[in-house]
Nanobody, 112 residues
Framework: QVQLVESGGGSVHAGDSLRLSCVAS????????MVWYRQAPGKTRELVASISKIDSTYYSDHVKGRFTISRDGAKNTLYLQMNNLMPEDTANYIC??????WGQGTQVTVSS
């Protein structure tokens, strides 16, 4: 059974940085399409960043230039480095593997 466990969220101020982690079990992150989504209260889930099996990356326009997705095969972990955070980045950040396995998410709150 695939398990994805996110961590690294927290409450920060605008301009601060955070690094989110997603540790995978029973799935190799380097052999999977890995995606970070986010969902804010009352809003639809939004794809933030993805990395394909061949290391192609994609970023939404809202985060391009500020966020970086990466993965470590030895630790079997997916990361999301988030710089210059803005209040509109406030959401629950959810890790997804192959568009079918989901974590519970980690909350990020950015105050102005």
């Amino acid at each position: 059974q695939v398990q994805l466990v996110e961590s690294g969220g927290g409450s920060v101020h605008a301009g601060d940085s955070l690094r989110l982690s997603c540790v995978a079990s029973n799935l190799a992150v380097t052999l999977s399409t890995m995606v970070w989504y986010r969902q804010a209260p009352g809003k639809t889930r939004e794809l933030v960043a993805s990395i394909s099996k061949i290391d192609s990356t994609y970023y939404s326009d809202h985060v391009k230039g500020r966020f970086t997705i990466s993965r470590d095969g030895a630790k079997n972990t997916l990361y999301l480095q988030m710089n210059n955070l803005m209040p509109e980045d406030t959401a629950n950040y959810i890790c997804c593997a192959n568009f079918e396995n989901w974590g519970q998410g980690t909350q990020v709150t950015v105050s102005s």
